[in-house]
């Protein structure tokens, strides 16, 4: 069980989006996580890997690498 505070602005087009569409305002919110849980599962587990391996390779390295250089 979730249970969220929502700015006023979105409860009210959740509200009419549910009232429209006649769904329930929860099938609409677990649709909208559902459709965007990958990308944020993406980004922060990648940003966390970031995090944790420091090591960086320069743009003019990955470039020589790939025969990409001038």
Known sequence: MLAIRLPENIET???Q???ETGLTKTALVRE????????LEDYYLAEARARKNRKTISLEVVERDLGLAN
Request: cysteine-free; hydrophobic content about 50%.
């Open 13 to 15: 087009r959740l509200g």
């Open 32 to 39: 909208a996580i559902l459709e965007h849980i990958d990308d």
């Open 17 to 19: 989006l549910a009232q």
